[in-house]
């Protein structure tokens, strides 16, 4: 009964070569997230979507980039990876905020640049 | 600014002893607070929040948290630690700003029981 699937666990890239990690859902949750965490630091938001709202966060570079296509799955676009975006990407999801629930994590995909 | 601090960055103790695990916040408005565990190379799982209501607060894995208002704390508990309750620990407020459930992390707190 798995909630939010991440795929690939694991990607290894090349510096600089554009790579896709991808999040989907079977909660049919109206918001996803994207978050970067490093070595054990606290997650990183990146961006999110509420429906099809995309919402970039200010400090968030523009290498990395976002799309939902549906309800059900969102993908995070590196665009020229550097060594400083290896790093776990966790994706999470939640119904909207009038509801006052938590965000169900993903396992995360963790990447490597080499 | 909304924000949760975790004061300390590693918390030992030992198998069958009880633990803490410290987290403070500053909110405007009413908090909305969390605790998420995460296990080595995995996702954040939830343990549990505090919206409203019982300040004491029951969550999964034997695991509880106890608002307090007057010292604006929300410290994780358990009555008796076991190894597998190692991980590292992160408390998080929900940011009321957001249109969405943005949540704010705290820096984490690496818990780690010996047997």
């Known amino acids: 009964d798995a909630m939010v699937i991440q795929n690939p666990r694991y990607q290894v890239t090349q510096f600089g070569k554009p790579v896709t990690l991808s999040c989907s859902q079977t909660?049919?949750?109206?918001?996803m997230y994207w978050y970067q965490q490093k070595s054990s630091q606290a997650p990183k938001l990146l961006f999110h979507?509420?429906?099809?709202?995309?919402?970039n966060e200010a400090d968030t570079p523009d290498n990395f980039q976002s799309r939902r296509p549906n309800t059900s799955f969102c993908f995070l676009d590196i665009r020229s990876p550097g060594l400083g975006d290896a790093a776990m990407y966790l994706c999470?999801?939640?119904?909207?905020?009038?509801?006052?629930?938590?965000?169900?994590f993903g396992p995360g995909t963790r990447l490597l640049v080499l | 600014a909304q924000s949760v601090a975790q004061p300390e960055d590693q918390v030992n103790v030992a198998e069958g002893n009880p633990l803490t695990v410290k987290c403070t916040y500053s909110?405007?408005?009413?908090?909305?607070l969390f605790w998420y565990v995460q296990y080595p190379n995995r996702g954040l799982q939830f343990l549990l929040k505090?919206?409203?209501?019982?300040?004491l607060v029951k969550g999964s894995y034997g695991f509880e948290a106890e608002f307090n208002k007057s010292q604006t704390s929300f410290h994780l508990k358990k009555p008796s630690a076991l190894v597998s309750d190692s991980a590292l620990y992160f408390c998080?407020?929900?940011?009321?700003?957001?249109?969405?459930?943005?949540?704010?992390f705290g820096s984490g707190t690496r818990l780690s029981i010996r047997p």
């Open positions: 999470a999801t939640s119904r909207a905020p009038e509801y006052q629930e938590t965000q169900y």
């Open positions: 909660l049919n949750h109206n918001v």
């Open positions: 979507y509420y429906d099809k709202d995309f919402n």
């Open positions: 909110v405007s408005g009413n908090p909305y």
């Open positions: 505090y919206i409203t209501g019982d300040n």
């Open positions: 998080a407020v929900r940011d009321s700003y957001s249109s969405a459930s943005k949540i704010i």
